[in-house]
């Protein structure tokens, strides 16, 4: 997604935290956990509603440490694609691209 494209005009994000107490959270990493990557890439497919597919491309910008309040914006960059991007605090954390089945 380019700057500025994202949801639909008056479309609003999809808010996430994954709270401290997260089972996931003990061991990645210890002294300083971070929100492992799959469980934002979920949270993406969860709040897009599919089930199932195939990841064409994730950048990783920034940790997301638990408690920490994630945006995601989605966008249909064409058929059969999910486009994301999800923001903590107004930075960028996370982009990428699904090929999602037809519904």
Do not use: N, W, Y
Not at 51 to 74: D, H, N, S
Request: proline share 15%.
């Amino acid at each position: 997604m380019a700057e500025g494209e994202g949801m639909p005009a008056g479309a609003a994000p999809v808010r996430f935290t994954l709270p401290p107490g997260h089972p996931a959270l003990p061991g990645h990493f210890p002294g300083r956990p971070i929100v492992p990557g799959v469980l934002l890439l979920d949270a993406v497919m969860q709040a897009a509603g599919i089930g199932a597919g195939r990841l064409l491309r994730a950048k990783f910008l920034a940790p997301v440490a638990p408690g920490q309040a994630v945006e995601i914006e989605l966008a249909a960059p064409g058929p059969e694609r999910l486009a994301f991007r999800c923001r903590c605090a107004g930075t960028v954390v996370l982009s990428g691209e699904f090929a999602c089945p037809p519904r």
